[in-house]
């Protein structure tokens, strides 16, 4: 900069003197968690989902019935919908930087997350449980 | 490189900061890095598939008839086929980010074959399972 001033933060420009954001390592170590925990989680799913094909439905119902099925299944849904709510928050802090869009983007991935995850979820249960 | 100048005439947002996709070659580490979000993507919207299936299953008979012949049907069944090999490319490539965050795997000889072995392992595994899936029904 030939005036050797500092540049002032303004709309237009990228660099706002905002500070740190704070937070963060926490949603790393939890990406990190369930990454590990949906390993086994998605082999076992993928098991699952092979030894359904070609039951017709009483005998589909019957194994998801079993209590380990339908508990392998709850922890996939339930890691798999915290994991996939980290990820999507990345890429919307990643690509949108409209600060209103990126606002509502957050909130709309957190609530798509939170619904999936209770529907698979209710689904499930109902599935087991009756 | 440049910054941002206040009082600026607007030239300073579209002029880029660094050099970026404009000028480089794209290397497979960088496909992969890419692919990984990707399928991370895939998987995400993949779930509303899920959510339907088990719904589906734990309403009624019919309801499940009718979501298994949507996804028995050709369109479902390459939707299928691309939500698993998504599946399992994420999972090969979460492994590699994982053995990154253990320190291994950045050199140059290795970096490039783990990348090639996620890309090839996550067509073998989709490959394989839905061989298995036919054969063996």
Same mark, same amino acid.
């Given at each position: 900069?030939?005036?050797?001033?500092?540049?002032?933060?303004?709309?237009?420009?990228?660099?706002?003197?905002?500070?740190?954001?704070?937070?963060?390592?926490?949603?790393?170590?939890?990406?990190?968690?369930?990454?590990?925990?949906?390993?086994?989680?998605?082999?076992?799913?993928?098991?699952?989902?092979?030894?359904?094909?070609?039951?017709?439905?009483?005998?589909?119902?019957?194994?998801?019935?079993?209590?380990?099925?339908?508990?392998?299944?709850?922890?996939?849904?339930?890691?798999?919908?915290?994991?996939?709510?980290?990820?999507?928050?990345?890429?919307?802090?990643?690509?949108?930087?409209?600060?209103?869009?990126?606002?509502?983007?957050?909130?709309?991935?957190?609530?798509?997350?939170?619904?999936?995850?209770?529907?698979?979820?209710?689904?499930?249960?109902?599935?087991?449980?009756? | 490189?440049?910054?941002?100048?206040?009082?600026?005439?607007?030239?300073?947002?579209?002029?880029?900061?660094?050099?970026?996709?404009?000028?480089?070659?794209?290397?497979?580490?960088?496909?992969?890095?890419?692919?990984?979000?990707?399928?991370?993507?895939?998987?995400?919207?993949?779930?509303?598939?899920?959510?339907?299936?088990?719904? *589906?299953?734990?309403?009624? /008979?019919?309801?499940?008839?009718?979501?298994? +012949?949507?996804?028995?049907? =050709?369109? @479902?069944? #390459?939707?299928?086929?691309?939500?698993?090999?998504?599946?399992?490319?994420?999972?090969?490539?979460?492994?590699?980010?994982?053995?990154?965050? *253990?320190?291994?795997?950045? /050199?140059?000889?290795?970096?490039?074959?783990? +990348?090639?072995?996620?890309? =090839?392992? @996550?067509? #073998?595994?989709?490959?394989?399972?839905?061989?298995?899936?036919?054969?063996?029904?």
């Amino acid at each position: 900069m030939a005036t050797g001033s500092v540049p002032v933060p303004h709309a237009g420009s990228k660099l706002r003197f905002l500070g740190s954001a704070k937070s963060g390592t926490a949603d790393a170590w939890n990406m990190r968690v369930t990454s590990i925990a949906l390993f086994p989680l998605s082999i076992a799913f993928v098991a699952i989902v092979l030894s359904l094909l070609g039951k017709d439905y009483t005998a589909a119902r019957a194994e998801l019935g079993n209590p380990f099925v339908a508990i392998i299944l709850l922890l996939f849904i339930l890691t798999g919908v915290f994991h996939m709510k980290i990820g999507m928050q990345s890429i919307i802090d990643d690509y949108v930087h409209d600060a209103h869009l990126k606002e509502w983007s957050l909130i709309a991935n957190l609530f798509f997350s939170v619904c999936i995850g209770l529907t698979c979820l209710y689904a499930a249960l109902k599935l087991s449980l009756t | 490189m440049t910054h941002g100048e206040p009082g600026g005439n607007g030239l300073e947002k579209r002029r880029p900061l660094s050099p970026h996709l404009q000028i480089y070659r794209p290397m497979l580490t960088m496909i992969m890095s890419i692919a990984h979000r990707l399928t991370g993507i895939m998987l995400y919207v993949g779930t509303l598939l899920l959510a339907w299936l088990l719904i *589906a299953a734990s309403t009624s /008979a019919d309801a499940y008839a009718t979501a298994a +012949a949507c996804v028995n049907s =050709i369109p @479902g069944k #390459v939707i299928l086929f691309c939500f698993s090999w998504a599946l399992f490319h994420h999972l090969l490539g979460g492994l590699r980010h994982m053995i990154w965050d *253990a320190g291994h795997g950045f /050199a140059h000889p290795q970096r490039e074959w783990l +990348a090639q072995a996620t890309l =090839i392992g @996550g067509i #073998v595994l989709t490959v394989g399972i839905w061989g298995i899936a036919y054969w063996v029904p």
